[in-house]
Each structure stands twice: as C-alpha cells, then as structure tokens.
C-alpha cells in the first residue's frame, strides 16, 4: 500500500503529507491560543487561585501587543478574581510597547499590571533587536537568516533575577515566555529564582529560531537536573509530562513548553509519557 501511494504522489507531496501526518502524531498544533492549549493552561491556573485568597503574580515575558494578557484579563474579571491579580509585562521595542501601553490601559483597575519597556535576558545592558515590522511577533534579539529585511534597533534589558530583587517579588507564579528564540536566555536569568523555588510554572516558546540563539531543549533539561521540576510540551489536551530528554525532542517545531514546579503539576491537566526503544513517545 505504502509503494503505492509513493509512486502515485510525487516528493513534494508526500513531504507535506509525511510532515503533517508526524506532527500529528507530536501534537504540534498550529500556533494559535485558541486551539493549541495556550488559553486551557490560562484557564485552569486561574481556576487554581480563585479556590483560595492568594495573589497570582504573572510574568508577561515578549508581551507584544498584549493579547496573552488580554485573555488573562478578561478571565480573572469573569471568575471575580481580578483584584488579585498581578502582571508584569515586558515589551522591548518602543513602537509594540506604545500599542501594549494603549491596549492595558484599558485592562480593568482593580487589576495590578506593571509596563515594562524592556527585555528579560540572562544580562543586564543593552543589545540590538531585529525588527521585522511594527507590531510583529517574529521581532528578535537573534537575526532570523529566514528574514534578512529587519531592521536592527537598540534596546535596554535586565534578568529576572535582578528585577525581582529590586521590587521586592518574592515569588512569580507564572512566567509566560516568548522572546523568538531568547527563551533559554531568559530562564538562565531567573537562575536563582528557580533555584529558590520561587517559580511555579514557566511557559516558553520553542521554534526555529532556537538554532540561532544556538539552544536546544537539552539545555531546558539540564538546567532544570537536581531541581524539583517537571518539563512538558502544552497540547489541546493538556501538558504532556517528559521523563527525560531525548533526541526526538529537537525538531524545532513550533510549540509551547512547561517547565513547572512539582508543587504546581495539580494546577493543571497533565499526564506523563516516555520516549520507547523505537523513539516514539507514548503517554
């Protein structure tokens, strides 16, 4: 059946067909908040605080134009929880951070929501970004050999580590992370607060321009050895839990992961899976 079908299809085809059919199988999902788990993940840790009287701290890492925010906005004003809600928000590029500033300033009052005009990396100072146009979400401190058009602008960064120190947080609850590329620079600078435990869950995103910033998701894993942290990819069906890093993982692939607190893993709907001899994964 399967010489069939190849000699039927001709390699353009059957690539596409292959690529579609093994993503599948991954549970990559188009990169969309509606349908990839994103806003499932928003949902349940927010159903998490309104069963307590706890303050959410919530980092907004990449914020852009603020639509992940946005959600979380909308949603703590439904379960009433809006008062006990705490963002801070990070946008480098002057021209996105002016739309965001516009945008949550809109966001309800009883909601606590800090702008940021800068970077989180593993440094303090100042570096060039790539801007590939106004508002977009491919703008990047790594040049994107995919699109050689942007321009490069200055901007001012910090680590999370020195942010939290000089403003007192003492625990972020949860770190949403998507920075085209600088997520593995943005976790080595919140080192010691994940040393301390003060981290519940991080969300990062993983994709191509991961190969630029010379990452892999082995460096998630190896990062988080000896600490009491679970790794796992976000899916429409929940977080699919790893055991262990293994070479399957690098297909670069666009998808959001976890890196989450052992105390944190019953906020949301998870299940663990392990690579088999024949490398597939099986939950």
């Known amino acids: 059946m399967f010489d069939i079908l190849v000699s039927i299809l001709d390699r353009r085809t059957l690539w596409r067909l292959g ?8 549970a990559d ?8 788990g994103e806003q499932m993940i928003q949902r349940q840790l927010l159903n998490e605080f309104a ?8 980092f907004d890492v990449g914020a852009n134009v603020g639509n992940w925010t946005w959600f979380i906005l909308q949603k703590s004003v439904e379960l009433k929880i ?6 801070y928000a990070f946008e480098p590029v002057a021209s996105t951070f002016q739309t965001l ?9 009883s909601v606590h929501i800090h702008l940021e005009p800068q970077a989180l990396s593993s440094a303090e100072g100042i570096s060039e970004m ?15 050999e995919m699109n050689k058009d942007a321009h490069r602008i200055e901007i001012n960064k910090t680590t999370a580590d020195a942010y939290c120190f000089r403003n007192n947080i003492k625990v972020i ?11 593995m620079e943005v976790v080595y600078g919140a080192r010691q607060l994940f040393q301390e435990e003060r981290i519940m869950a991080c969300q990062f995103e993983y994709n191509h321009r991961w190969i630029y910033s010379r990452h892999y998701l082995k460096d998630i894993f190896d990062f988080a050895q000896n600490m009491p942290y679970s790794i796992g990819k976000i899916t429409p069906k929940g977080i699919e839990i790893f055991e262990e890093w293994h070479p399957e993982l ?13 105390d944190a893993l019953h906020w949301f709907r998870s299940r663990k899976g392990k690579f088999d001899l024949s490398s597939t994964y099986n939950v």
């Open 250 to 262: 690098e297909r670069f692939f666009e998808g959001n992961y976890m890196l989450i607190h052992h």
């Open 29 to 36: 999902t188009p990169n969309e908040m509606q349908s990839n």
């Open 173 to 183: 609850h949860y770190l949403k992370c998507d920075t085209e590329g600088h997520d």
């Open 130 to 144: 790539f801007v590939t146009g106004e508002n977009a979400g491919t703008n990047s401190l790594h040049v994107d």
């Open 51 to 58: 069963k307590n009287s706890m303050t959410c701290v919530i």
């Open 19 to 26: 690529r579609f059919l093994y993503k599948k199988a991954r």
């Open 82 to 87: 809006d008062g006990r809600i705490e963002i």
């Open 101 to 109: 500033q516009n945008r949550l300033g809109q966001s309800p009052q």
